[in-house]
């Protein structure tokens, strides 16, 4: 997974729509890396302020691939990993003790199902 986002100091963050599964999951974890520095840059701020639309963006790649459409029919073995461990990953973290932690555990696992059903994709 290269394309997470900052990786590289002298580069520009890619924009939320040119990132891949892979690279949304990055982004993502990039954000919660930078929510524990105390005092996050001005690139490290910009990360941060896109943490709502990459959780979307992602969601909704996700749902595409449990419907069986997403990232145009199917995703490349090393996109499935990282995206099975994300899942599962967030699984584990639901707080049974919060509210809708039945309902969100449930969703995950229907999501992590459609990563599972995808179909093998070329690598590029």
């Known amino acids: 997974c290269i394309d997470g986002g900052t990786s ?3 580069m520009s963050p890619l924009s939320i729509g ?10 993502l974890k990039e954000v919660e890396h930078i929510k524990g520095i ?5 690139e490290q701020t910009a990360v941060l302020s896109t943490e709502v639309e990459v959780k979307k963006a992602l969601f909704e790649e996700l749902q595409q ?3 069986g459409g997403g990232a145009g029919g199917g995703l ?6 990282v995206a ?3 899942l599962q990953m967030q699984i584990k973290s639901v707080d049974d003790s919060s509210k809708g932690a039945e309902a969100k555990r449930s969703k995950l696992q229907e999501l992590l199902k459609g990563v ?3 179909h093998a994709k070329e690598e590029p």
């Open 65 to 67: 691939l449990q419907a």
């Open 18 to 27: 040119e990132l891949s599964l892979c690279g949304l999951i990055a982004r």
């Open 116 to 118: 599972e059903g995808a």
């Open 38 to 42: 105390k005092s996050p840059d001005d």
């Open 76 to 81: 490349p073995s090393f996109e499935k990993a």
């Open 8 to 10: 590289f100091s002298n």
């Open 84 to 86: 099975k461990e994300f």
